[in-house]
């Protein structure tokens, strides 16, 4: 088991992107391409500069508690910051843990960047931490974000009635999907294959 995840950083790479810590320098750019449309579901709704400094600060706080690993996605190219996502629900003892609080700026969502920042962090959790089993929830309603897990090749294995309360008080059931490490070898072909339409189409 490596046990470096909160050690020393962790960034994670490809010819396309880079997943790197995020730290309170990162508010600015991540509030730039910010829209309210991203919070539909999450716990809560992120609008001005001074709510994305909090919702940082507190994404911070929960690497240096070792509750969680978040990361910004820069895309080599221009050394532009088009989005966030973060491992969380680490659960070393039962190498597992659940990838989510993922959203991407309106020009980079259903492009590359989705995939690629979903095929290094399973590829490792998987194959550097050697996880077991990575996870993905999100809500009953979204319907897009369901799709989008499901295209990863993740098994839906249910719903989660009332998983939490959002900060408008809505109570939210929320949808439940799993990749286990005996998927991985199909999971990560499945990636290989979606690489290479993209380059063909020339969609990078």
Known sequence: ??????????????????????????SVPLHNINQIDHWAYMLTKIQTQQDMDHWVRNAVML???GMAHPFV?????TNEIVGTTRLYEINTAHRSCEIGSTWYGKD???????????????TYCFETLNFIRVQ????????????????????????MRNERILSDGYIRNAV?????????????????????????????
């Open 176 to 204: 439940l999907y799993s990749i286990t490490k005996e998927d991985w070898k199909s999971v990560k072909q499945g990636f290989v294959d979606r690489e290479k339409y993209y380059l063909s189409t020339k969609h990078v």
């Open 73 to 77: 996605v820069v895309l080599k190219k």
């Open 1 to 26: 088991m490596n046990t470096t995840l909160f050690t020393s950083p962790i960034i994670l790479e490809n010819d396309l992107i880079q997943l790197v810590p995020m730290e309170l320098e990162h």
């Open 108 to 122: 980079y969502q259903r492009t590359f960047v989705n995939s690629s920042c979903k095929q290094l962090l399973l």
């Open 136 to 159: 993905f929830k999100t809500d009953e309603r979204n319907i897009r974000s369901q799709k989008a897990i499901e295209r990863l090749g993740a098994t839906k294995e249910g719903v």
């Open 63 to 65: 690497r240096e508690q």
